[in-house]
Each structure stands twice: as structure tokens, then as C-alpha cells.
């Protein structure tokens, strides 16, 4: 069975600061996602990563992917209250996705 | 894009009935979807793998009598939630796939079992 550890699993922080979350797993993933789920909705895709050592930026988010596409990591800069929410990291492996137990965002105005 | 339709979005029944929740791909042809389970602040755990045409492949320790999941067409899977009970209620959420890269996710249903 495949893992993915993500962390912290609760960060609540100041409008302005930056933040980081990680997503490791002792597993190989062919891809890796980053979703943000709000309260009573579905979970929304933000990235796909599959190259190793692979970094994209979405506005104030940058995602990275590690070498050996066994982790990941999600950085926010100048956090907005608008960035609350749940973060998931989800590893994809023969079309299944595997979800991190996720990081519950909360940036206080 | 793809869009994934999930209905209803909340239910509420009696302990003892079933309920079947719907999730529909509107612009594209899924041949297979996934149905997941959510408690309240926690991740989604993946239920069971629904194939067009074929029967789905349930997660270790789902209940495969008690989760029943149809996927008659290529755009509609169907799970049933027999015989609920108060522990069985939960966020429900559907998604499909495009390609090993597109995964789609329906907004939900709330089910709760009183």
C-alpha cells in the first residue's frame, strides 16, 4: 500500500506570512497533484507534477516536485485569507490516487 | 473542461433505507471513476473503482454488499448505500478520469443517517 505523509496537518498563520507544506512517501508516484478543498465541496485540482526535480508556479503558490518523485512540496507566499482551506497531496499509480491526509489552512485577516 | 456532475449534493435518511448517490461526467466519457469517503477534517479515502461495463474493484475493508456501485454507461456511475446506518453518514465524493493526468472531482454529497 502506498503512503503519503503530508505535513503539518493544521498550520494557522497571519495574512502576509509565507508557509510550506511537504507530502513525502517512501513510494515512486508517476504523477503527483495538489488539490485545495473547500468546506462541503469536492477537492480542486491546482497542479500536476510528473517530472522529477519538476517546479511550477501558480501566482503566489510554487510547487516542486523531488528528484526521486517521492515528495513535494507546496509554498505559499504572502498568505490571503482567501487561501484557507484543505490542501491535499495525491499520488497517482496505475490511474488510482492515493491522498495525503491533508493540511487544514487557516490565515487570519 | 471536464465537469463531473454529483447528485444529490445532501441527503438525509432514516437507519434502514438505502440511498443511491449519482455522479455523472456532462462533456466527456469516463470508462472509469472512483468513489471516495470523507470525515470531517480528514482526507478522502478511497472506496472502490468503478469500470464501465464490468464490476467495480472495492478497497480493503469496504463492504461491497453494503457500498453497491453500478456503472451501466459511460457517463454515469451509481453508488447505493444499502441498509444505512448513523456510522454510514459522511462526505461522498466522486471523481473521473480522462487520462492518467485528468482526474475530475464531483462537489460532493453530504449523507446523513439519522
Known amino acids: 500500500t502506498q503512503l503519503l505523509e503530508q505535513s503539518p496537518q493544521f498550520l494557522s498563520i497571519q495574512e502576509g506570512e509565507n508557509l510550506t507544506v511537504y507530502c513525502n512517501s517512501s513510494s515512486v508516484f508517476s504523477s503527483l497533484q495538489w488539490y485545495r478543498q473547500e468546506p462541503g465541496e469536492g477537492p480542486v485540482l491546482l497542479v500536476t507534477v510528473v517530472t522529477g526535480g519538476e517546479v511550477k508556479k501558480l501566482k503566489r503558490l510554487t510547487f516542486q516536485f523531488g528528484d526521486a518523485r517521492k515528495d513535494s512540496s507546496l509554498h505559499i507566499t504572502a498568505a490571503q485569507p482567501g487561501d484557507t482551506g484543505l490542501y491535499l497531496c495525491?499520488?497517482?499509480?496505475?490511474?488510482?490516487?492515493?491522498f495525503g491526509k491533508g493540511t487544514l489552512l487557516t490565515v487570519n485577516p | 473542461g471536464a465537469v463531473v456532475s454529483q447528485h444529490p449534493s445532501w441527503v438525509i435518511c432514516k437507519s434502514g433505507t438505502s440511498v443511491k448517490i449519482e455522479c455523472r461526467s456532462l462533456?466527456?466519457?469516463?470508462?472509469?471513476m472512483f468513489w471516495y469517503r470523507q470525515f470531517p477534517k480528514q482526507s478522502l479515502m478511497l472506496m472502490a473503482t468503478?469500470?464501465?461495463?464490468?464490476?467495480?474493484?472495492?478497497e480493503q475493508g469496504v463492504e461491497k454488499d453494503k457500498f453497491l456501485i453500478n456503472h451501466a454507461s459511460l457517463t454515469l456511475s451509481t453508488l447505493t448505500v444499502t441498509s444505512a446506518h448513523p456510522e454510514d453518514s459522511s462526505f461522498y465524493i466522486c471523481?473521473?478520469?480522462?487520462?492518467?493526468?485528468?482526474?475530475?472531482f464531483g462537489s460532493g454529497t453530504r449523507l446523513t443517517v439519522v
Open positions: 495525491a499520488g497517482g499509480s496505475n490511474y488510482k490516487l492515493t
Open positions: 471523481s473521473a478520469i480522462q487520462s492518467i493526468r485528468g482526474y475530475t
Open positions: 468503478s469500470n464501465e461495463g464490468s464490476k467495480a474493484t472495492y
Open positions: 462533456d466527456f466519457q469516463a470508462t472509469t
